[in-house]
């Protein structure tokens, strides 16, 4: 069974900076793609930033393109998402996911999810 859990969030003030992360089940899923999206309260699931396994093929959000950045630790089957310069509007539950094959910016295409971590950014 796929599993993904992901860590890092917490609360933090604004223009502060997070790291979370998405640790994968195993060796035999290191060409997945992967991906990171939000979701606040009442509002849909958006997406925030993708990375290819192989290739460091990045995307990334307009809303958080150059603030945050997608790595990926091959060793560890382990991805993370550095949130720098954070906003109130940044709050949201997130998300990892992984799909096989190449990564895609919608929520819809990706097949496996992690079961979310809070990041809270007070003014």
């Known amino acids: 069974q796929v599993q993904l859990v992901e860590s890092g969030g917490g609360l933090v003030q604004a223009g502060g900076s997070l790291r979370v992360s998405c640790a994968g089940s195993g060796r035999i899923f290191s060409s997945y793609a992967m991906g990171w999206f939000r979701q606040a309260p009442g509002k849909e699931r958006e997406f925030v930033a993708a990375?290819?396994?192989?290739?460091?093929?990045?995307a990334y959000a307009d809303s958080v393109k150059g603030r945050f950045t997608i790595s990926r630790d091959s060793a560890k089957n382990t991805v993370y998402l550095q949130m720098n310069s954070l906003k109130p509007e940044d709050t949201a539950v997130y998300y990892c996911?992984?799909?096989?094959?190449?990564?895609?910016?919608?929520?819809?295409?990706?097949?496996?999810w992690g079961q979310g971590t809070q990041v809270t950014v007070s003014s």
């Open positions: 996911a992984a799909r096989p094959g190449i990564y895609m910016r919608y929520a819809s295409s990706y097949d496996f």
């Open positions: 990375i290819s396994w192989s290739g460091g093929s990045t």
